[in-house]
């Protein structure tokens, strides 16, 4: 069993949908939780970056955690065409000895005109 | 504020060849870790270093390895190169703690032939 599962999709949705992606996770000493979109031939771009329960709103993105649950989500509202690219989680745990993530196998998302 | 830089962006290289890449981090970052992505396995934690010392390192056989400068920027190697090592190779960089973001180059393609 992978430390991080991510449905690979792929998820296509009309412009203007509400987008919902999730992580679930098995490590329990996962602080830290990062989503990324990266775009065909390119490295990946953080999107949001969450160290707690509950929500994190950033413009038309929310994150959110639930620890106890081991769950995460990014919500996309109001979906543009621009926004089609795959979505990466990324877990981290607390230390200030290593840097290293741990990524969800992605989600690629197709937002239609 | 420069981003992180990997060079070359693109390689084709010969079976049993090798390869350096190279990446150089944001300016004050001291962090830097390698990832390998394919479309089967995804995001794969590679080694990181920090302060010239590599200070982890993931599931890869000894043909990888890598390397630090003292102004942070740094390389990796792969020796002997196999057909299963064409990926993209991406270098991620952060600052010093146990709770900063990881910030990804562009990467470099590698495919083997």
């Known amino acids: 069993q992978k430390e991080v599962e991510q449905d690979p999709g792929p998820l296509s949705v009309p412009e203007g949908a509400i987008v919902s992606l999730n992580c679930t996770y098995s490590n329990s000493a996962f602080q830290y939780f990062m989503w990324y979109r990266q775009y065909s031939r390119k490295g990946p771009e953080l999107l949001m970056y969450t160290y707690s329960s509950g929500n994190k709103e950033d413009g038309r993105f929310t994150a959110q955690v639930d620890k106890s649950s081991k769950y995460i989500s990014l919500f996309i509202r109001d979906s543009q065409p621009s926004d089609s690219a795959t979505y990466l989680c990324a877990m981290r745990i607390y230390s200030s000895n290593t840097g290293k993530l741990i990524f969800g196998q992605g989600t690629t998302l197709q937002v239609k005109p | 504020k420069a981003g992180v830089t990997q060079t070359p962006r693109y390689l084709i290289k010969t079976r049993g060849q090798q390869v350096t890449l190279s990446c150089s981090p944001i300016?004050?970052?001291?962090?830097v870790s390698w990832y390998q992505q394919t479309p089967g396995q995804g995001l794969q934690f590679l080694f990181e270093?920090?302060?010239?010392?590599?200070?982890n390192k993931g599931n890869f056989p000894g043909r990888f390895s890598g390397r630090q400068f003292s102004n942070s920027r740094s390389e990796m190697n792969v020796s002997t190169l196999e057909l299963g090592d064409s990926a993209l190779y991406l270098c991620?960089?952060?600052?010093?703690?146990?709770?900063?973001?990881?910030?990804f180059g562009q990467g470099t393609r590698l495919t083997v032939v």
């Open positions: 300016s004050g970052h001291r962090s």
């Open positions: 270093y920090f302060s010239e010392t590599q200070r």
């Open positions: 991620a960089s952060s600052l010093v703690g146990a709770a900063t973001e990881a910030f």
